[in-house]
């Protein structure tokens, strides 16, 4: 299966079963893999729709191009993952900056799978972001033993507090202090592991 850029808006095609799968699909806790060598690519519009994905995505999501396409990127977020690496993420991206990021991913079928994504904003010659773009490798086992107990420490923290920000503050907090105590900003640590 070739995947292809399509011309028509996202938001035209989304379709609602396939962002209603993230709400509804639990963990299977049965991590799937992929090799050192490969490389996930997707690319969305602005808003974070998706616009292009290689087979690599399309097999690892355990979704076909057209539940992908038009689908918000969201549609792989597993419920493990920490809401403020996404603020994180997404606060980085719009002010025109690329980040990278270790991501537990889910499948269609709750299944998972970890990456480190690089991400970065497209931006026209009016200085306007016009889309986004990330490629994803297969992680070390080395570096998901640092970065697994903070996720989980992030994700208990954002649990407790019944208002979803303020969780996602604490959480934020926490990484902060995590990093300080360190003395290594968030790309020193990343690339530290």
């Not at 290689?54 to 549609?75: W, Y």
């Not at 889309?131 to 420490?153: C, D």
């Amino acid at each position: 299966m070739t995947a292809t850029l399509h011309t028509k808006p996202a938001r035209d095609r989304a379709k609602p079963q396939t962002r209603k799968f993230m709400q509804t699909v639990q963990p299977t806790g049965v991590e799937r893999t992929f090799g050192e060598h490969e490389v996930i690519v997707s690319k969305t519009d602005p808003k974070g729709i998706i616009t292009y994905v290689n087979p690599l995505f399309l097999r690892l999501a355990d979704m076909t191009e057209e539940e992908a396409i038009g689908a918000p990127h969201s549609v792989v977020r597993h419920p493990d993952m920490p809401s403020a690496v996404f603020h994180l993420l997404w606060d980085r991206l719009l002010n025109k900056q690329e980040i990278f990021a270790y991501v537990v991913n889910m499948a269609k079928n709750g299944d998972h799978y970890w990456v480190l994504a690089h991400v970065t904003p497209s931006i026209n010659s009016a200085g306007q972001i016009t889309g986004l773009h990330s490629n994803r490798r297969k992680p070390t086992e080395a570096a998901l033993a640092v970065i697994k107990p903070i996720y989980q420490k992030m994700c208990e923290i954002e649990v407790k507090h019944g208002d979803k920000k303020a969780g996602m503050e604490a959480a934020a907090e926490f990484l902060n202090q995590t990093l300080t105590a360190k003395g290594l900003s968030y790309e020193e640590f990343i690339f530290s592991l």
